[in-house]
């Protein structure tokens, strides 16, 4: 009955304990406590990154269902494979409007790319089957299943699903021609990647191709997963701001998009479009998201031919080394990309404190990356803490924003719990930096209320958070003890916060 | 502008900004910084039930408002007045479909009772009025507002809603007769209120009409508001589990509702009837929750007229006494109760642990009594907040269970920085309790996974939780620390917390 799915991110009420109580009849199958809801979806999403099979969320109805919301829209955008279950109130019952009742499938639908309310006990595996089936094509998939459906349901051996599995679009000729044609002239182009491009796989093509015809490789501002560090060919970044990210991607004549779609502001400004990709620059669409982005790359690489460019893609940069023993962002980063443990998972929600890291990185030792993909912060420790239970044997670093932070700390509790090896570095700036820029964007002098609506005052304290979890925590003030810290962090198991006093 | 809201709850992104600048132009407006969503909605809720006036909260696009939505479903149930405000991409920058955008209308609609986009600037007054005037009604009127709609808002003066004030229906003559007259008769008869029935003016006649005939007071049992203890008549709250439910109501040969609907059962159990109300009792709709309930007891009370009944209603409690020096529910209640100063405000989400406050209260000082209307948990700290905001000069308790407290600890950070006068009960019984009672219903033996689901292990650590939110913070294991430090607590301003070993 359990379809490859393993794991089940877990915070049940009444009308999911038939569910609860069939995780202990269903061998191999493993329920995760959550304290909050929004922790157990983005461990779902980290799970799924990192492993590449669903993970299983138990939510209670449509209020459960809400507060995982904001981490399922951030899986949704990563492409996550993700198996969201929720009970509802026993069909019988709901004409009567009890107190929890809510329009469950209006909250589901937006996050969903499938979306079922079970209503047959005979027909749940069969249902069941479906959804894993859809969110193995990369998507939420979510499975209302009602107290009473659940009740009557036997407990009978697997079900296949109703429909085949998919089978991802295989590469179209012509436009690996195309790209081809272009990528092989002097004129400056890009191969700009998304999904699986971004896997081991798709860099290994990608980086034959940037070799023998000296394209930039770039990727979106937020990948849901990137293998970087020494040994993989450098992928640049698109900067956040639209400004910038315009600039950068206007030197191009051709970009050539694979795993991903043109790239678009994130949020609209008056005066600047929607769209960054210069109006003169060819976008060719060689591998749409869903396609099979590997083989794409791979049959390119193949068109292209070997040989290496005059014109070589951009030297990897040096290490960065920290400078003075100030808690710049600079030196944060430093410190980070030269102290990370080989084969580290690296899950980036550091904003705009972290911003210099990505950089920094570069030159680290080989790492998997994760980032922030919807933009709905608080996915940072939930999700590190999934990948931590996916990748029991690598070190994961959750490299985070303090006031995102503060939106699903109750993960650092399941950190404790399952002894996962998470070093936290919360980047402790003690505001939401992002909105001072923004308002600084804006030209106007902000007022006092809403200056006051950007800083932490007091100034919370993690180190003692953490520990209120029974994670062990210390706040450092400067490099040296960073470092330390770090060092200490990574070397000993379980998991461990460091609150990084940016300056 | 304003239109009487004074209070903002907010957690703003990007897209707010016009309407962050906007709060240091409306004069008398106040910003209240939230560190998560789910805090601004509870304590938009605690502020609306305390001053009867809507709070507005201010909401980042779709996962801000997601976070928000368990919170505003409980706000929602509770027919709070609410001015939920969203602010979204701009229009023209949607069709790219950024990152953070979702459909918002779809993630309303379940929580909202009044629902609009605004889409032009020059009407953006017109609906915040609108809104408004929806929310005074009783209910969470939602605000959508796209950026450039709020940057081409002129900062006009006040607008006057589109429609007229809607004024509340008056009672139907025929229904208080038919209540006087089955209440004048020896046969065991209730009243059953909701609403402003349990305010002071409702509670008054109410209380006149059980002084003349005898007749029982009862209410939901989560009522959004009550006024009770000393000097207060005497409402007993209906059970939560359906099967006490039933047996209480089943006494009675007529019962007139005021201000509420007949109760439903929580949720749906296998042989259990939705409806808690026996077919042989008469039901009598004095007045619906939107009709004006106190103008309906006033009328009853004077139809029936005054006279002692000789059968009187039940005597008031004996003031509950702590026996021994152990932490358990009973003596938790016992000592609260005994202790709690005059005036309080007690936000009671204690659930399993505090079950018998309720009882146990019936004997403290007066107090207001507010409970989790919609199931929805993690209302309690962040409702207590929001009150303590509308009632300065009153001690404000929050009566919290653990497992709920852990969604929305944030809301202490929120405390400490408005200096707030919360003392936050926190009943930590290390785990959700009532998941194992509910298995225990079922018959079932729960295997190890079910087990492991329900409990907190390892123990999170109140005291120190508070502390990093800057909220003094204590742990208690006997009766009489739990005594000292709650004194202590009420006696010093500010917030404290009091992590209660319930065992």
Redesign the interface.
Known sequence: MSHGVRLCF?N????E?PL??A???VPG???V?C??E?VASAAADGYARMSGRPAMTLLH????L??A??NL?NAR?ARSPLLNVIGD??R??R??????A???M??A???SGWLRAATEPNRIGRDTADAIAAARAGCVATLVAP??VQ?GAASGGPEKPSTARAVRPQPKEARVEQAARRLRTDEPCALFLGGSGLGSRGLAAAGRIADATGCRILCDT?PARLERGRGWPAVERLPYFPEQAMQCLAVFRAIVFAGTVPP?????Y?GVP??LTDPQTDSIRLAEPADDVCAALEQLADAIGSGRADHAARPPPSAARASGNRLTPENVAAVVADLQPEGAIVMDEGLTAGLPYFEAAQSAPSHTYLAL??????QGLPCATGAAIACPERPVIAFQAD?SA??T??AL?TQ??ENLNVTNLILANRGYR??EL??AR?G?V?????R??TR??????????A????VPGVRVVDVDSLAREFAHANREPGPHLIEVMVS
């Open positions: 877990a049940p009420g009444t009308t304990l609860v109580e995780l202990d009849a199958m493993r329920g406590l304290l909050f929004g109805l449509g209020p459960g809400a507060n919301i904001a829209h955008r109130h026993a019988w019952h004409a009567a409007d009890p107190p929890l809510s329009d469950l209006s909250l639908r937006p996050v107290q009473d009740l937020f678009v502001s994130f949020f609209g008056p929607s769209q993909t919807g933009g709905a912060i608080g006031g503060l939106y700390l109750q509790w404790a719990r992002i909105l923004e308002l804006t106007v902000p007022g006092p209320q809403a006051a609506l932490f005052d007091p100034v919370p304290n993690w180190a003692q958070l520990r209120g979890f029974g």
